[in-house]
C-alpha cells in the first residue's frame, strides 16, 4: 500500500524526521523521585525501534510550585540529566529523533505533594483539584519564565532534539491563555494578545537557551470545552502569535481541559476517529508551521488520509502505539493486518494513570515492562504439544505466548466463535472496537500457527485422548444467581442472557420495564442499559454504589454515559441493595436511610459478579494430568488481567 504521505521526511526547524507518525506526549508514572528510570528509556526505544517518526517525552515539571502528580519529572534539578541521557541514547541508537515536553501545570494542581501553593494567574479554583491558587506577580512570572529556561537548558545537556511547550490543556500557560481561568487586569489579562504575553515570553526565554541547534513547538488547546474557555477562533489566533515570534519550528494540537473535559482529550471508543481533526486544519489554513493532528488515530490508513486531506503536516498516535510498539514498522511494511490495533477502551493507559499506577495496555502485556528482559522470544529446545481448552482473551494469549515460543498450539473452544465475554461486549451500542481484542489476537495466532478448533468442548477423556504434553485451562466464568433472586423467577436474566439471545422468548421486548442490577460498576450494566432503551424498553439502573458505573470515571466513559442515559430515558438509581424478589415485587433497601423500596419490572436483569468454570481443572488435575488454569476462571476479572495471565503461563510452558 502506497501511504505516499506518511513516509515522506519532514523538517521541524534543525530536526528531520523519517516519517510523520508521532508518540505524542504522555504521563507513564514511570518516574521514581522526580527522575526519569530505566523503564522510560526501554519504553520509548521500544517506539523508536519499532518505526515511530518523532518521540515527545511525557512532561517535565519546570519550577517546584509544580508537583500536580506523584511521579512527576521534576525537570528543574539538575540530577535528571543522566537520566535524560539515558533516554535520548538509547532513543537515539534507532537513528529516531526525541522532543522534551516541559510544562508547569499552574491551577490544575494541588500543594499536596509541593506543600506550597500553586501558582495561576488568578485566584480561580481547578474544578478537579479545587484549591484556589496564589495570583503570580511580576517577580514570580520572571521566575515561571526563568524556570523554563532552566529545565530547556538541562534538556539540551541531557541530549534531547527538541523541546516541545506544553500550553494546551494543564498549563499555566493555558490558564493565562484562557479567559475562564485569567481575570487579570495588568499587562497579562484582558486582550489576548495580553494573554499570550507569558507564552510569548517563555518562548524567547527558551529559544535564547536552546539556539538553533534544537527544535521548539508549541502544543496549542484547540478548544477548551468549557464555558467562557477558548475556542478554535482564538487557538487560530494564537497560533498565528506562535508563528510570528519567528522562534517555533512546529505546533502541536490538542483539545479540552485536562481537569475539566479530560473525556475529550483521550477520548474513549464512544468518540469517533479523528474527532479534533477540525483543529490542526483550522490552523494549518492559518499559518505556514508543520501542525500536528492527534485524536484517536487509528489505523496508518485514516493518518495517511489526514495527511492526504490536508488536515495536518503529522499524525499524533499515542494510544496505537502504547498498544503496539511497531505500528508504525508494520505499516511501513505493509502488514498494516498485524497491527495490534488500540481499543480506545482507557482501561489500562489512561485508568492506571488515574489510580496513580504505571502505564500499561490491556492487550500488550509489554507496555511498562519494556525494561524487564529483551522481549525477545524464547526459543525452546523440546517443542510441546499445547492444549488450551477457551478462546477467549486469556487462552489465545497463552496460545500466543506459547507457539511464540516454539511450541504446538491447539485452542479448543466450546462456542463457535472464539473471543468469550470480550465478543458479547462488543455487540452492544458504540462498543464494537473492544472487538478488536479479538481480532487482533486471532491474527497473531493465524500469524503464529495455532490451530483453532471451534465448536469442540473438551471433557477429561478428549485430554487423554489427545495426550498433549501441557494443557491450559481457560474455561471463563458462567453467570451467577444471588441469594435474593430465586433459580425459578424467570424474569431474572443474566447481562450475558441478553447479549447472546438465549433469554426465554428473546428477552425484554419494546414496552416492557427493565431494572439492572449494578454490583459490578463498569460497562456491563451501562451497555445493557443502553441496548435495551434503544430497543424500546423503559429501563432502571439500580445500584448499591453512589454512581452508576463507577469504573467507568477512570476510563472516562462518564460524562458520554450520562449524556446517552438522559437522552435514552434511562433511570439511574444509587445506595439501593436488592434484598429480595417476591412474585414480581423487587425489594431494594435504600442504605443510607435504612428505607426499604419496591419495583414491579417485567425483567430484572443482573450485571452482578460471575463464578469460575473450574470443574474441568480440578478433574484434570485429579487425573494427575500437568496443567494450569488462567483467566476468570481461576477468578472472574477483567480483560487485562485475563491477557496477563495468558501471558504468564503460556510463556513459561
Ligand atoms: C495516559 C495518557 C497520558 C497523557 N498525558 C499527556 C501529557 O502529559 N501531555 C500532553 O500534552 N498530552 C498528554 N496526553 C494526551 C496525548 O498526547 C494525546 O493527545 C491523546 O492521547 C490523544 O491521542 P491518541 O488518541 O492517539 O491517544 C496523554 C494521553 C494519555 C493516553
Ligand atoms: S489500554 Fe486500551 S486504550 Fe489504552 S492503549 Fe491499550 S488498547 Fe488502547
Same mark, same amino acid.
Given at each position: 500500500?502506497?501511504?505516499? =504521505?506518511?513516509?515522506?521526511?519532514?523538517?521541524? +526547524?534543525?530536526?528531520?524526521?523519517?516519517?510523520?507518525?508521532?508518540?505524542?506526549?504522555?504521563?507513564?508514572?514511570?518516574?521514581?523521585?522526580?527522575?526519569?528510570?530505566?523503564?522510560?528509556?526501554?519504553?520509548?526505544?521500544?517506539?523508536?525501534? +519499532?518505526?515511530?517518526?518523532?518521540?515527545?517525552?511525557?512532561?517535565?515539571?519546570?519550577?517546584?510550585?509544580?508537583?500536580?502528580?506523584?511521579?512527576?519529572?521534576?525537570?528543574?534539578?539538575?540530577?535528571?540529566?543522566?537520566?535524560?541521557?539515558?533516554?535520548?541514547?538509547?532513543?537515539?541508537?534507532?537513528?529516531?529523533?526525541?522532543?522534551?515536553?516541559?510544562?508547569?501545570?499552574?491551577?490544575?494542581?494541588?500543594?499536596?505533594?509541593?506543600?506550597?501553593? @500553586?501558582?495561576?494567574?488568578?485566584?480561580?479554583?481547578?474544578?478537579?483539584?479545587?484549591?484556589?491558587?496564589?495570583?503570580?506577580?511580576?517577580?514570580?512570572?520572571?521566575?515561571?519564565?526563568?524556570?523554563?529556561?532552566?529545565?530547556?537548558?538541562?534538556?539540551?545537556?541531557?541530549?534531547?532534539?527538541?523541546?516541545?511547550?506544553?500550553?494546551?490543556?494543564?498549563?499555566?500557560?493555558?490558564?493565562?491563555?484562557?479567559?475562564?481561568?485569567?481575570?487579570?487586569?495588568?499587562?497579562?489579562?484582558?486582550?489576548?494578545?495580553?494573554?499570550?504575553?507569558?507564552?510569548?515570553?517563555?518562548?524567547?526565554?527558551?529559544?535564547?537557551?536552546?539556539?538553533?541547534?534544537?527544535?521548539?513547538?508549541?502544543?496549542?488547546?484547540?478548544?477548551?470545552?468549557?464555558?467562557?474557555?477558548?475556542?478554535?477562533?482564538?487557538? @487560530?489566533?494564537?497560533?498565528?502569535?506562535?508563528?510570528?515570534?519567528?522562534?517555533?519550528?512546529?505546533?502541536?494540537?490538542?483539545?479540552?481541559?485536562?481537569?475539566?473535559?479530560?473525556?475529550?482529550?483521550?477520548?474513549?471508543?464512544?468518540?469517533?476517529?479523528? =474527532?479534533?481533526?477540525?483543529?490542526?486544519?483550522?490552523?494549518?489554513?492559518?499559518?505556514?508551521?508543520?501542525?500536528?493532528?492527534?485524536?484517536?488515530?487509528?489505523?496508518?490508513?485514516?493518518?495517511?488520509?489526514?495527511?492526504?486531506?490536508?488536515?495536518?503536516?503529522?499524525?499524533?498516535?499515542?494510544?496505537?502505539?502504547?498498544?503496539?510498539?511497531?505500528?508504525?514498522?508494520?505499516?511501513?511494511?505493509?502488514?498494516?493486518?498485524?497491527?495490534?490495533?488500540?481499543?480506545?477502551?482507557?482501561?489500562?493507559?489512561?485508568?492506571?494513570?488515574?489510580?496513580?499506577?504505571?502505564? +500499561?495496555?490491556?492487550?500488550?502485556?509489554?507496555?511498562?515492562?519494556?525494561?524487564?528482559?529483551?522481549?525477545?522470544?524464547?526459543?525452546?529446545?523440546?517443542?510441546?504439544?499445547?492444549?488450551?481448552?477457551?478462546?477467549?482473551?486469556?487462552?489465545?494469549?497463552?496460545?500466543?505466548?506459547?507457539?511464540?515460543?516454539?511450541?504446538?498450539?491447539?485452542?479448543?473452544?466450546?462456542?463457535? $466463535?472464539?473471543?468469550?465475554?470480550?465478543?458479547?461486549?462488543?455487540?452492544?451500542?458504540?462498543?464494537?472496537?473492544?472487538?478488536?481484542?479479538?481480532?487482533?489476537?486471532?491474527?497473531?495466532?493465524?500469524?503464529?500457527?495455532?490451530?483453532?478448533?471451534?465448536?469442540?468442548?473438551?471433557?477429561?477423556?478428549?485430554?487423554?485422548?489427545?495426550?498433549?504434553?501441557?494443557?491450559?485451562?481457560?474455561?471463563?466464568?458462567?453467570?451467577?444467581?444471588?441469594?435474593?433472586?430465586?433459580?425459578?423467577?424467570?424474569?431474572?436474566?443474566?447481562?450475558?442472557?441478553?447479549?447472546?439471545?438465549?433469554?426465554?422468548? +428473546?428477552?425484554?421486548?419494546?414496552?416492557?420495564?427493565?431494572?439492572?442490577?449494578?454490583?459490578?460498576?463498569?460497562?456491563?450494566?451501562?451497555?445493557?442499559?443502553?441496548?435495551?432503551?434503544?430497543?424500546?424498553?423503559?429501563?432502571?439502573?439500580?445500584?448499591?454504589?453512589?454512581?452508576?458505573? $463507577?469504573?467507568?470515571?477512570?476510563?472516562?466513559?462518564?460524562?458520554?454515559?450520562?449524556?446517552?442515559?438522559?437522552?435514552?430515558?434511562?433511570?439511574?438509581?444509587?445506595?439501593?441493595?436488592?434484598?429480595?424478589?417476591?412474585?414480581?415485587?423487587?425489594?431494594?433497601?435504600?442504605?443510607?436511610?435504612?428505607?426499604?423500596?419496591?419495583?414491579?419490572?417485567?425483567?430484572?436483569?443482573?450485571?452482578?459478579?460471575?463464578?469460575?468454570?473450574?470443574?474441568?481443572?480440578?478433574?484434570?488435575?485429579?487425573?494427575?494430568?500437568?496443567?494450569?488454569?488462567?483467566?476468570?476462571?481461576?477468578?472472574?476479572?477483567?480483560?487485562?488481567?485475563?491477557?496477563?495471565?495468558?501471558?504468564?503461563?503460556?510463556?513459561?510452558?
Amino acid at each position: 500500500m502506497g501511504h505516499r =504521505y506518511l513516509w515522506t521526511p519532514l523538517r521541524l +526547524g534543525p530536526v528531520t524526521v523519517r516519517n510523520r507518525i508521532v508518540f505524542s506526549a504522555h504521563l507513564t508514572n514511570y518516574a521514581r523521585d522526580g527522575r526519569p528510570t530505566e523503564q522510560h528509556a526501554a519504553y520509548y526505544a521500544a517506539r523508536a525501534a +519499532g518505526g515511530s517518526g518523532l518521540i515527545i517525552t511525557e512532561e517535565h515539571s519546570t519550577h517546584p510550585t509544580d508537583w500536580p502528580y506523584e511521579k512527576l519529572i521534576h525537570g528543574f534539578h539538575r540530577e535528571v540529566i543522566p537520566g535524560y541521557r539515558r533516554i535520548t541514547d538509547a532513543v537515539h541508537r534507532h537513528r529516531t529523533p526525541i522532543f522534551a515536553q516541559i510544562n508547569h501545570n499552574g491551577g490544575q494542581a494541588s500543594s499536596m505533594y509541593s506543600r506550597r501553593a @500553586v501558582w495561576a494567574p488568578s485566584p480561580v479554583a481547578d474544578p478537579l483539584f479545587r484549591e484556589v491558587p496564589k495570583a503570580v506577580d511580576q517577580a514570580e512570572i520572571d521566575e515561571i519564565v526563568a524556570g523554563y529556561g532552566l529545565v530547556a537548558e538541562h534538556c539540551a545537556e541531557g541530549g534531547f532534539d527538541g523541546i516541545e511547550l506544553q500550553c494546551s490543556h494543564s498549563s499555566i500557560v493555558r490558564g493565562f491563555l484562557s479567559p475562564a481561568t485569567n481575570r487579570r487586569t495588568d499587562g497579562y489579562g484582558g486582550s489576548l494578545e495580553h494573554r499570550a504575553r507569558l507564552l510569548i515570553e517563555i518562548v524567547d526565554a527558551v529559544r535564547r537557551v536552546i539556539g538553533n541547534r534544537l527544535a521548539l513547538g508549541v502544543r496549542i488547546c484547540g478548544d477548551e470545552l468549557i464555558d467562557g474557555g477558548t475556542t478554535i477562533d482564538d487557538a @487560530v489566533r494564537i497560533a498565528e502569535m506562535v508563528e510570528a515570534t519567528g522562534q517555533v519550528d512546529y505546533i502541536n494540537t490538542s483539545i479540552g481541559v485536562a481537569t475539566a473535559t479530560l473525556f475529550m482529550i483521550e477520548a474513549s471508543m464512544h468518540v469517533p476517529p479523528g =474527532y479534533a481533526m477540525f483543529i490542526p486544519s483550522a490552523l494549518r489554513k492559518a499559518v505556514d508551521l508543520p501542525v500536528v493532528g492527534v485524536g484517536r488515530f487509528k489505523d496508518p490508513l485514516q493518518a495517511e488520509r489526514a495527511l492526504a486531506e490536508g488536515h495536518c503536516d503529522l499524525v499524533g498516535v499515542v494510544r496505537g502505539q502504547i498498544a503496539d510498539a511497531d505500528f508504525a514498522a508494520k505499516a511501513r511494511a505493509g502488514a498494516t493486518e498485524d497491527i495490534r490495533l488500540c481499543l480506545s477502551c482507557n482501561q489500562e493507559c489512561v485508568g492506571r494513570m488515574g489510580l496513580n499506577r504505571w502505564l +500499561g495496555c490491556i492487550e500488550n502485556p509489554r507496555t511498562g515492562r519494556e525494561s524487564q528482559g529483551t522481549g525477545l522470544p524464547r526459543r525452546v529446545r523440546t517443542a510441546k504439544d499445547v492444549m488450551v481448552v477457551g478462546a477467549g482473551p486469556a487462552g489465545l494469549q497463552a496460545a500466543i505466548a506459547a507457539a511464540r515460543n516454539g511450541h504446538r498450539v491447539t485452542v479448543y473452544e466450546r462456542e463457535d $466463535q472464539a473471543g468469550g465475554q470480550v465478543r458479547l461486549a462488543a455487540t452492544v451500542p458504540n462498543r464494537a472496537e473492544l472487538g478488536d481484542l479479538v481480532r487482533n489476537q486471532l491474527t497473531e495466532c493465524r500469524r503464529l500457527g495455532v490451530r483453532l478448533e471451534l465448536g469442540v468442548g473438551v471433557w477429561p477423556g478428549l485430554v487423554e485422548e489427545k495426550r498433549p504434553d501441557a494443557v491450559v485451562v481457560a474455561t471463563g466464568a458462567e453467570p451467577a444467581r444471588p441469594w435474593w433472586a430465586p433459580p425459578e423467577a424467570e424474569q431474572v436474566l443474566d447481562v450475558r442472557h441478553v447479549l447472546d439471545g438465549s433469554a426465554s422468548g +428473546g428477552g425484554p421486548a419494546a414496552g416492557d420495564t427493565v431494572v439492572v442490577i449494578d454490583e459490578i460498576g463498569f460497562h456491563h450494566a451501562t451497555s445493557v442499559a443502553e441496548l435495551l432503551a434503544d430497543r424500546g424498553c423503559q429501563v432502571e439502573v439500580a445500584t448499591n454504589g453512589m454512581v452508576v458505573g $463507577q469504573d467507568l470515571g477512570i476510563t472516562l466513559d462518564m460524562e458520554g454515559w450520562w449524556a446517552r442515559a438522559e437522552a435514552k430515558g434511562i433511570v439511574q438509581s444509587t445506595d439501593l441493595v436488592p434484598m429480595g424478589l417476591d412474585g414480581r415485587s423487587l425489594h431494594l433497601l435504600h442504605h443510607p436511610t435504612g428505607h426499604m423500596q419496591d419495583r414491579t419490572p417485567d425483567w430484572v436483569v443482573l450485571a452482578v459478579p460471575a463464578s469460575p468454570v473450574e470443574w474441568l481443572f480440578h478433574e484434570l488435575q485429579e487425573r494427575g494430568l500437568v496443567v494450569e488454569r488462567i483467566g476468570d476462571c481461576v477468578a472472574p476479572r477483567r480483560a487485562h488481567a485475563a491477557v496477563i495471565d495468558g501471558e504468564r503461563v503460556g510463556a513459561t510452558l
